[in-house]
């Protein structure tokens, strides 16, 4: 079914493989925006959210790697699924663009059906916020594993609230080594799961504490913890889509 609440950004500097994409996505959306390098993806990206985001890895200005890194950063896109569009890669190096900030990829040629897979995969159904998204993307990072996703999302969700307390006293205390090792290990936490925004999120948290910028840290940390809270509160719902 087409559908124009499905907005979705591809952005690729062959004209070629760029039209071609678009119009085998006109199988699902008529909402799409074109970008032709990384650089005016990256204005688009900057104004507004899309449900799905296509990037080609290999663009002038900006290639898709630099780009994800800036999307999970900054922008408003921090937690739309992001696809890596590649000429090859082998399943081995497959996790070396989900730790880049890429949800999934898509070799060229592209085919319907991995198009398919993509849409089912990463769309977030109209009303159901991001915990779609979530579950998603940790059914991903543990090869569809349904069980073992969810036992290791219950995990999460036990530890994460006692992890963010122990680094806000942390920093209320001025303690910077203590706040340094908690930072570094939700970070840590976050790049097992394959959270992207939450990753960055905590990596300015500590970057900011290894440059001795304090207020810095503190600002990034409460940016960070207005996320867990929001993420905790939709636990019931992401725990469910794992289930589905």
């Not at 204005?43 to 959210?49: A, N, R």
């Not at 070396?96 to 898509?106: A, M, Q, R, V, W």
């Amino acid at each position: 079914m087409i559908s124009n609440d499905l907005s979705i950004l591809v952005a690729d500097d062959n004209e070629m493989n760029r039209w071609l994409l678009a119009e085998q996505l006109r199988c699902w959306s008529e909402n799409i925006t074109l970008a032709v390098d990384g650089r005016e993806a990256w204005g688009f990206l900057q104004g507004q959210k899309y449900a799905l985001v296509f990037l080609d890895v290999n663009m002038p200005g900006l290639t898709g790697f630099e780009l994800v890194k800036k999307v999970r950063e900054d922008s408003v896109n921090q937690t739309s699924p992001v696809i890596a569009i590649t000429a090859h890669v082998q399943s081995h190096q497959k996790h070396l663009l989900t730790e880049s900030g890429f949800n999934d990829c898509l070799i060229k040629p592209i085919v319907l059906a991995d198009l398919q897979r993509i849409i089912d995969q990463w769309r977030v159904p109209a009303g159901e916020g991001s915990s779609h998204y979530y579950a998603n993307t940790v059914l991903e990072k543990f090869d569809s594993n349904k069980a073992l996703g969810k036992q290791f999302l219950q995990k999460l969700f036990q530890e994460l609230p006692l992890q963010m307390t122990e680094l806000k006293l942390a920093l209320q205390a001025h303690a910077a080594q203590p706040a340094l090792n908690i930072a570094h290990k939700l970070h840590g936490s976050f790049c097992f799961y394959g959270l992207a925004d939450f990753r960055a999120s905590a990596s300015r948290v500590e970057q900011s504490l290894i440059a001795g910028e304090f207020a810095e840290a503190c600002r990034h940390f409460q940016q960070l913890d207005e996320k867990c809270e929001a993420l905790l509160d939709m636990r019931v719902e992401v725990l469910t889509h794992m289930e589905g």
